[in-house]
């Protein structure tokens, strides 16, 4: 294109006061009017004799268009069409700077779903994305046209309350999600899922006063709000900081434990409930801390868990007790706790029979503990991991029972050889006439269901009276015995051998 032609084209553009080989955006009008973006570069050539003018236009209009959907993509939340993380934190920091300069308030709100994860490994990821859908719905329609909602990654989302500067006015949307997430259940496909929600809350300026700050508050506020069970609201606090480095100290300890032999093994016997016998001893993992002392699994199972180091020492512990027990008397079995995450591994029963094999132990001696979660996620794969385990001669027992979520379905499709019964009924027996009735109730349908039984938890001699009358095999708590360590379990056998039905042992 000539110069003069880009000038008719381009009113007002004095084309020889374009730079020479830079590029100007520029907008041309077309013929209906509208603004066409476009490029021009001008370059000074030589054709032939003459020294020419050349300027070159490119239409912007795709690229411009190709860029602003990677905008939106690098922004957007590709399943709910929300902010992602990145966009929230530009949003929280352009509000900081706002809300310095007028000195405002707002509160950052960071929200994780109870139960979600259940919901998905049973029914599958696509199921689990029209969920978020819909509780991202919910979530808007409890917001404010300013506020901002952003989907952080999984089952986590945060809000950003714009004009929050009261506490009471986040507690206020903090209660109002809550009930909204639990209030009503999600049908998807006309089943109802029951969900509910945990919330992190951290105030402008108090709790923080740039986004990332503000942001790692909200974040140790909702663990908090986690640890305090479902359903819950947490506001930050300076103490949050010490727990979470009390957690990272724990989680960098035991990865050491793990590997300086720091663990040990308690054990805690189950007594027969009419004969006084011990048949049973379940292995109860103690934590040597070269500074602490022993720490009981409360202070570590969970963080275990959450950082995945449960798998190691979940193995640990399945192999050392199965070799300790190699020593024991041949009628004493020995009972093993294993965490969800466990069970999940596919190599769960290679594991177990590589523990049995080197210890030398029967399977039958062998009891393995799950809880109620364990059955919440891929019901297949589970059942089938149960039925391998109990082809191999292994007993399952089903622990905490009545703890967990919609219980009794299970027990017709999982074929458990016990059901232990778990402390929170047994605290409030005798005099509870609820717990004893859910108590009895859980012993007769055991029995129906060709199960044993065994109640947890036991202090007390009227606990202990009550959980015979009803019927239930065995019994465990502290009045047969706490948990006792080699030297005390050595004392015990030896007592049966001299009494070989000691009831009261500690
Ligand atoms: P659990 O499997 O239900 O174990 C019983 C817990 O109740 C033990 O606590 C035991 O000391 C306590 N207990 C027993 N009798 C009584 C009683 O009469 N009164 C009271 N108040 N408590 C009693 P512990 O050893 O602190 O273990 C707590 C939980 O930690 C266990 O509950 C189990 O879920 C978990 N855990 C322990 N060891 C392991 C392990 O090796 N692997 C896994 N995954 N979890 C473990
Ligand atoms: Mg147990
Ligand atoms: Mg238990």
Redesign the pocket.
């Known amino acids: 294109m000539t110069g003069s032609f880009v000038s008719s084209l381009l009113p007002g553009l004095d084309v020889s006061s374009l730079p020479e080989r830079e590029e100007r955006e520029l907008n041309l009008i077309g013929v209906d009017g509208l603004e066409i973006p476009v490029r021009v570069l001008r370059r000074v050539v030589a054709v032939g004799h003459k020294i020419q003018t050349v300027i070159a236009v490119r239409d912007q209009r795709e690229r411009l268009k190709t860029e602003a959907k990677l905008q939106l993509l690098a922004f957007s939340d590709p399943l709910t069409g929300l902010a992602n993380r990145t966009r929230f934190f530009d949003l929280l920091a352009v509000h900081t700077a706002s809300r310095r300069e007028r000195d405002q308030g707002g509160a950052v709100l960071m929200l994780n779903l109870d139960r979600f994860k259940a919901v998905n490994d049973a029914l599958g990821h696509a199921a689990g994305d029209i969920v978020l859908r819909m509780v991202a719905d919910r979530l808007q329609s409890t917001l404010r046209a300013d506020d901002v909602l952003a989907r952080l990654g999984g089952d986590e989302f945060a809000i950003l309350q714009i004009n929050a500067e009261e506490a009471n006015a986040a507690a206020a949307l903090a209660a109002r999600i809550v009930k909204i997430v639990a209030a009503n259940p999600f049908l998807l496909d006309g089943q109802p899922l029951h969900l509910g929600a945990s919330i992190g809350i951290a105030i402008a300026p108090d709790d923080g006063d740039d986004p990332a700050e503000l942001m790692h508050n909200a974040d140790l506020a909702l663990h908090a709000a986690k640890a305090d069970g479902r359903g819950t609201v947490h506001r930050y606090d300076v103490s949050l900081d010490a727990k979470m480095r009390e957690r990272r100290a724990i989680e960098t300890g035991l990865r050491r434990a793990l590997n300086e032999r720091q663990l040990e093994l308690h054990y805690?016997p189950l007594a027969d409930a009419t004969s006084g016998r011990i048949r049973s001893v379940?292995?109860?993992?103690r934590w040597n801390h070269p500074d602490r002392g022993l720490v009981?699994?409360?202070d570590f199972?969970g963080i275990a868990e959450e950082t995945g180091l449960?798998v190691p020492l979940?193995n640990w512990?399945l192999n050392t007790a199965c070799a300790e027990a190699a020593t024991w008397p041949d009628e004493i079995g020995v009972a093993?706790?294993?965490?969800p995450a466990q069970f999940r591994e596919r190599s769960l029963v290679p594991l177990v029979v590589a523990a049995l094999h080197s210890a030398g132990l029967s399977p039958e001696r062998l009891e393995l503990?799950i809880t109620e979660s364990v059955l919440l996620s891929e019901e297949d794969g589970t059942l089938e991991t149960l039925n391998e385990l109990r082809a191999l001669g292994v007993h399952v027992s089903i622990?905490?029972f009545g703890t967990g979520y919609s219980s009794l379905s299970y027990l017709r499709k999982f074929p458990f050889d016990r059901i232990k019964i778990d402390?929170s009924f047994v605290r409030q027996l005798p005099y509870d006439a609820e717990s004893a009735a859910i108590v009895r109730a859980i012993i007769t349908m055991a029995k129906c269901l060709g199960m044993s039984t065994t109640v947890?938890?036991?202090?007390t001699a009227e606990q202990f009276d009550f959980s015979v009358a009803a019927g239930c095999d065995t019994i465990?708590?502290?009045?047969i015995s706490r948990?006792l360590d080699r030297a005390g379990l050595a004392t015990l056998f030896a007592t049966m051998r001299n009494a070989p039905h000691p009831l009261v042992i500690a």
Do not use: K, M, R, T
Request: no cysteine.
């Open positions: 805690q379940e292995a109860l993992v009981l699994p409360f199972i449960i979940g512990v093993v706790n294993l965490s503990e622990d905490d402390q947890e938890g036991v202090e465990q708590g502290y009045i948990p």
